[in-house]
Nanobody
Framework: QVQLVESGGGLVQAGGSLRLSCAVS????????MGWYRQAPGKQRELVAG???????NYADSVKGRFTISRDNAKNTVYLQMNSLKPEDTSVYYC???????WGQGTQVTVSS
């Protein structure tokens, strides 16, 4: 059974940093791309960052230069380092195995001004 468990969310002031983690159970982690999405109240879920099994990354324009996605295949974990956070980054953040039906439960990130 595949499970994704996010952690690391919280409340931070604007300009601060947080690191999200997503631990994946099951043997499919290393062969699949992983992604972080976010969804704010009243808005559609949007892709924040993705990383292929080979480590190629892509980012939404709104987070380029501030967020970094990475993965540790030995630990079946994907990370999202978020720096220079802005109030508009406030959302529930979800990790997913790209092109699959598997999603984490989400972790709240709140950035105060």
């Amino acid at each position: 059974q595949v499970q994704l468990v996010e952690s690391g969310g919280g409340l931070v002031q604007a300009g601060g940093s947080l690191r999200l983690s997503c631990a994946v159970s099951g043997s499919i982690f290393s062969v699949n791309g992983m992604g972080w999405y976010r969804q704010a109240p009243g808005k559609q879920r949007e892709l924040v960052a993705g990383i292929t099994s080979g480590g190629t990354t892509n980012y939404a324009d709104s987070v380029k230069g501030r967020f970094t996605i990475s993965r540790d295949n030995a630990k079946n974990t994907v990370y999202l380092q978020m720096n220079s956070l802005k109030p508009e980054d406030t959302s529930v953040y979800y990790c997913t195995i790209l092109l699959s039906r598997y999603w984490g439960q989400g972790t709240q990130v709140t950035v105060s001004s």
